[in-house]
Structures are given as structure tokens and as C-alpha cells.
Nanobody, 113 residues
Framework: QVQLLESGPGLVKPSQTLSLTCTVS??????????WTWIRQPPGKGLEWIGT???????SYSPSLKSRTSISRDTSNNQFSLQLTSVAPEDTAMYYC?????WGQGTQVTVSS
């Protein structure tokens, strides 16, 4: 069974860069057909797709976040990462990584000075 685990700082200051890593076990991120994705859920709101990196390393991003988002991968460590620049309090959310079948438990990120 594939397991995903998010890691990163829980508190980020406004205007700084949010960096999160998803460590995958039980399966390779290069396995054909899988799409490794970051999702977030702000307090009291629904799920929001941030972006995806596929098994070939190709990326796609939410149009509303594209200018601030970068998703990359480290195949040697079976990880993929999210960077969100110029964060603001509105970026406060629970952040999840998923391959659309399995989900991480999520990590809370708060943007505050």
C-alpha cells in the first residue's frame, strides 16, 4: 500500500516561501500512470487543487496559483515538493499530498507574522 507523508514548517511569515515535501513509500513516483498532487483546504472552505507532477515529471498548476507555485521531485528519495512564494494569510490551510488514490494525513500551515 502506498503511503504519503507531508513535512515542512507549520508557520510561515507573510511574503516568505512555503516549502513542503511529500515522502512516498510503498510505490515509486515514477510508476506509469500516477499523478502526484498537492491539495489544500483553508479553514471553513473546500478543497483546492494546487498542482500536479506526473510520473514523467511534467507539471501543471492551478491558474490562480500558477505564478507563485513550483512543484518538483527527487526520484532518488521518492519525494515530491511544493514551493509557494509570497505567501499571505489567505494561504493558511491544511495541505495534503495525494496520488488521487492514497492521501497523506495533511499538514497545517499557518501564515502569520
Amino acid at each position: 500500500q502506498v503511503q504519503l507523508l507531508e513535512s515542512g514548517p507549520g508557520l510561515v511569515k507573510p511574503s516568505q516561501t512555503l516549502s513542503l515535501t511529500c515522502t512516498v513509500s510503498g510505490g515509486s513516483i515514477t510508476t506509469s500512470g500516477y499523478y502526484w498532487t498537492w491539495i489544500r483546504q483553508p479553514p471553513g472552505k473546500g478543497l483546492e487543487w494546487i498542482g500536479t507532477i506526473d510520473f514523467r515529471g511534467s507539471t501543471s498548476y492551478s491558474p490562480s496559483l500558477k505564478s507563485r507555485t513550483s512543484i518538483s521531485r527527487d526520484t532518488s528519495n521518492n519525494q515530491f515538493s511544493l514551493q509557494l512564494t509570497s505567501v499571505a494569510p489567505e494561504d493558511t490551510a491544511m495541505y495534503y499530498c495525494t496520488n488521487w488514490i492514497y492521501w497523506g494525513q495533511g499538514t497545517q500551515v499557518t501564515v502569520s507574522s
